[in-house]
């Protein structure tokens, strides 16, 4: 080695063996930092960037303090006839110091980009967590670690002022590039230190370059978009109804047995927001989960899963326990035999759709997986497109290699969170379709989230309705719609109409909110303080038929939707405008066009068998 060049490659080399080091360290570090939640965490964070921010000659200061004849690593390898000060390996250590940080926040940054639900329905398909980091954590993580690479090689390369202190200046041993720079200068060698200063930018800049290209191709490639799931307070908004909470009726909690077949639930969590606290069985059966947002249906899958721990409470599969906080039992989700697609989906999008519906299945031998993925792409009709990736789909598409990639496992439960929230009015009506036919042949349980009415009476045969982080009813999905037993679950099914009522007769209620009196078929219970009607329910003529519970109405206002016209009516009186009315009423186009040209007021009828009592 010329003593001209040895600047060069005593770099390169210091340069290289530290960003091996940071590597490795750095990307451990990170994994780590990224699941730990203890209360050291920010002392632990300040000490891994602390070379980042403190002077490099403190920083040098630190290490000879270590590595001296009477630092701590020191006199250990004084034993050894070894020292560290003022040999190339003190440069190399130097380098991966103040190289560290870098690579350590580009790789936890890198990690934290990654889809959580990702992670997450790994989990669910049998992954370990070493399987995750390795297939799903780190591929989808390659352009921001190659990224803290290069700027690891960057910082290693320019290292100066700590390599000084504890490497020194020895030509052809320890100084490199930045040190040759320095005392060229010093010396007046404006040539010589032009030329190294051409060298090391030249090589930062390159590597820099490479890997923005790099980075671009690769994000051509393989293009995934990501979504969190978020769950906000519930709304609760109803014209005409008291401000304040909602009754919570409760329901009778599931006798458990732990050799029964079907899932039982019985759990606590405390949230932010509210505290879910909800208990049902399921059998082999479809059973929906109906509330508005953050009314915490999402996070009973996501406990049900194991990829979030209840406070306390009891999980039951079958006879399996999977999850029991008085005996410490909480079985990992890989374990658990329970499959969950997210409303994103979460397909890993650097696997084509065969690799996506294979990844529970790295148990089975080759030849028995690939005759697995090609039953569930022909169950679900995407045969031919095994090879595509994620991104080359259409949402239809997208949701049904979900649903297919979940059932491969052969779940013994099936999870659903809103499936269809990211498709269109078409796409969700065909892929509804190809869902209740999947579900037919489908032997395990199937929960299946969602926010609409229609939807749920479509798919499920039982529904379980969420308010508040409670189940506040569970039936069938029949008498949930057509006898609801209080005001909240028939607003989250969909009914608009209410009244405070009161018992006049034994079959005879009175409308306090609408001033008028109502014959009922169904006997009058105690607690019942409301009655409601659908707005489809209700009907409209010109004229007074003479039919019960018959009443003029004025309009005083509408809406249009493409097939229907909701009607804003006001009974017994005209309206003094638009806000001022007492029930709306649905009809059908075509009868809004007859309706329309008779003159007011027009006649309301409301049938005693369509009128539901209900407790406030």
Partial sequence: MTPELSPLWISLKTAGLATLATFFTGIAAAYWMLGYRGRWKSIIEGIFISPLILPPTVVGFLLLLLFGRNGLFGQLLVQFNFTI???????????????????????????????????????????????????????????????????????????????????????????????????????????EAWLWVSIIMTISLSGIIAVN?????????????????????????????????PQIVPLVKPTFSDTQQGLLVDIQKQLTNFTLNTAFAAQQETLGLLGGSGSGKSMTLRCIAGVETPTQGRIVLNGQL????????????????VSLVFQNYALFPHMTVAQNIAFGLQHLPKTVRSQRVS????????????????????????????????????????????????????????????????????????????????????????????????AIAFDSKHRIFEHPQTVRVAQLTGCKNFSRAAAVEPDVIEAIDWGVKLQVAEAIADHSTDVGIRAHQIS??????????????????????PHRMTLFLKLNDQPDGAQDYHVQAEVFKEKWQVLKDHPLPWYVQFDPLRLMLMAG
Wanted: proline share 5%; with cysteine; net charge neutral.
């Fill in 322 to 337: 999977l999850f029991d906080s008085e005996r410490r039992i909480n079985v990992p989700s890989h374990q658990r035999k």
């Fill in 213 to 245: 290209l790099w980075q671009k191709q690769y994000e051509r490639k393989v293009r995934g978009l990501s979504f969190g799931v978020v769950e906000a307070n519930e709304p609760v908004t109803s014209r005409g109804q008291r401000a304040e909470s």
């Fill in 540 to 561: 409209i003529t010109p004229t007074d038929l003479g039919l019960p519970n018959t009443f003029p109405c004025w309009l005083a206002s509408t809406s249009e939707t």
């Fill in 85 to 191: 000060v003022f040999t190339w390996y003190a440069a190399v250590i130097t380098a991966t110091v103040v190289a560290f940080p870098l690579m350590y926040k580009t790789a936890l940054g890198a990690f934290e980009q990654v889809d959580s639900s990702l992670l997450q329905v790994a989990q669910t398909l049998g992954a370990s967590r070493a399987r995750i980091f390795w297939r799903i954590l780190l591929p989808l993580s390659v352009p921001g670690i190659l990224a803290g690479t290069t700027l690891a090689f960057a910082r290693a390369l320019g290292e100066f002022g700590a390599t000084l202190m504890l490497a020194g200046n020895i030509p052809g041993q320890t100084q490199t590039i930045p040190m040759a720079i320095y005392f060229a200068v010093e010396a007046g060698a404006m040539n």
């Fill in 375 to 470: 039953q569930q792409l022909a169950l679900v009709q995407l045969g031919g497109l095994g090879d595509r990736y994620p991104h080359q789909l259409s949402g239809g598409q997208q949701q049904r290699v979900a649903l297919a990639r979940a059932l491969a496992t052969e779940p013994e439960a099936l999870l659903l969170d809103e499936p269809f929230s990211a498709l269109d009015t078409y796409l969700r009506a065909q892929v509804e379709r190809q869902l209740i036919e999947t579900l037919s042949t489908y032997s395990g349980v199937t929960l299946f989230v969602t926010h609409n009415l229609e939807e749920a009476f479509r798919v499920c045969e039982k529904l379980m309705v969420m308010s508040g982080g409670r």
